[in-house]
């Protein structure tokens, strides 16, 4: 008999502004909100007088039964603003704060933010470029640095777990099922993106090379531990780093089109 009533909502506040046709502002503020819970029953009963309506009021004999159930809730505030001028230069910055049942009480908050800049040259006005602006339409420098944070993928791992299907002398009995952690926290992530936007012949031609470089820090990994404990491992935050560096880049065309020819459009992703 399952019991699983699921809250999820968000509320946001969006704001734009435009300044002497010049300046460009965006704003938005926004609450998330998530509260999940699930709870389940089982009862197993064997030798029903009528096997057309096995109901339990009919079984013989009730062989079995279990139960459980968790829950889980997140509060997040989520907060981002950007500026251009002319649609030449851009910079953004955005910040984000989490609150997770998922951790104990001194560990539930993770606060995460964000910077980015760009400048798209082909808005410039300089004689020089003109000859390349036949060609490339637009062309966009880039840049962007954040900080990040992953959860456990379990509900309880700061919690000790027990279990009450346990028999002992004839009569129920609690086992322990899981040993908490209790000071597990955020793991956390450091994200560096550079590259350029290149829009060729009408953005006809679309080309994005970008270079990344992504660290991990406070890893939640599964660390082995002594049996006595009962458990061969435990999931903690380790003083272990993951360091991933490289590049992408993406291509995508679209063939002019006519009365006499459909248009098509074809991607490609390249990664090292």
Do not use: C
Request: hydrophobic content about 30%.
């Amino acid at each position: 008999m399952p019991k699983a009533p699921l809250g999820r909502g968000n509320n946001d506040d969006r704001r734009q502004y435009t300044l002497n046709g010049r300046h460009r502002f965006n704003a938005t503020a926004g609450l998330e909100l998530v509260d999940f819970r699930q709870e389940w029953n089982s009862v197993t009963a064997v030798n029903f007088l009528n096997d057309l309506r096995p109901v339990l009021s009919s079984a013989a004999e009730i062989s079995g039964w279990s139960g459980s159930g968790y829950d889980y809730s997140q509060v997040s505030i989520v907060t981002r603003a950007d500026y251009s001028y002319r649609y030449r230069y851009f910079i953004g910055g955005s910040f984000r704060q989490d609150r997770s049942s998922r951790f104990s009480p001194e560990h539930r908050t993770g606060n995460f933010w964000s910077v980015s800049a760009a400048y798209r040259i082909t808005n410039e006005n300089w004689a020089w470029l003109n000859p390349v602006k036949r060609i490339f339409n637009n062309i966009k420098f880039k840049a962007s640095y954040g900080y990040n944070g992953n959860l456990p993928s379990k509900y309880y791992n700061w919690r000790t777990l027990y279990s009450g299907s346990g028999r002992y002398d004839s009569g129920h009995a609690l086992s322990q099922t899981f040993r908490a952690t209790y000071d597990l926290s955020w793991e956390k992530n450091n994200v560096f993106n550079a590259g350029v936007d290149l829009g060729m012949f009408k953005d006809r031609i679309r080309i994005s090379a970008e270079y990344y470089s992504r660290k991990s820090t406070d890893l939640l990994q599964e660390v082995p531990v002594s049996q006595v404990s009962g458990y061969n491992t435990m999931l903690m935050n380790t003083s272990a780093g993951i360091r991933n560096r490289g590049s992408r880049a993406s291509w995508t065309s679209t063939p002019a089109s006519s009365t006499n020819s459909s248009s098509g459009i074809s991607n490609s992703t390249w990664l090292r």
